[in-house]
Nanobody
Framework: QVQLVESGGGLVQAGGSLRLSCVAS????????MAWYRQAPGKQRELVAS???????DYGDSVRGRFTISRDNTKNTVALQMNSMKPEDTAVYYC???????????????WGQGTPVTVSS
């Protein structure tokens, strides 16, 4: 059993900052790629940022230069620092991780339940 739990969502004014966190727990053998996605009302879920176990990161065009993804492999956590936020960043943000468990040692994708972020203009 694996769980991903996000925290840190909320309401922020345009230009402000917010930091999201996600922790993976359970019968984990290894946590490989981790990522943040978001889904705005009426839109498809989109990739915001991703980070490999080794720390290589990539960003969606709309957030590059404003958001920073980081992870702590010792704690199985991933964070998303969001700066210079815009109303169009409003969405539910989801954490995703590719995890191998003790029972099933091949990678599978696991998702968190999502945390809402609202940016007011």
């Amino acid at each position: 059993q694996v769980q991903l739990v996000e925290s840190g969502g909320g309401l922020v004014q345009a230009g402000g900052s917010l930091r999201l966190s996600c922790v993976a727990s359970g019968d984990i053998r290894s946590v490989n790629g981790m990522a943040w996605y978001r889904q705005a009302p009426g839109k498809q879920r989109e990739l915001v940022a991703s980070i490999s176990r080794g720390g290589s990161s990539d960003y969606g065009d709309s957030v590059r230069g404003r958001f920073t993804i980081s992870r702590d492999n010792t704690k199985n956590t991933v964070a998303l620092q969001m700066n210079s936020m815009k109303p169009e960043d409003t969405a539910v943000y989801y954490c995703k991780a590719r995890i191998a468990t003790i029972i099933f040692p091949t990678d599978s994708d696991y998702w968190g339940q999502g945390t809402p972020v609202t940016v007011s203009s």
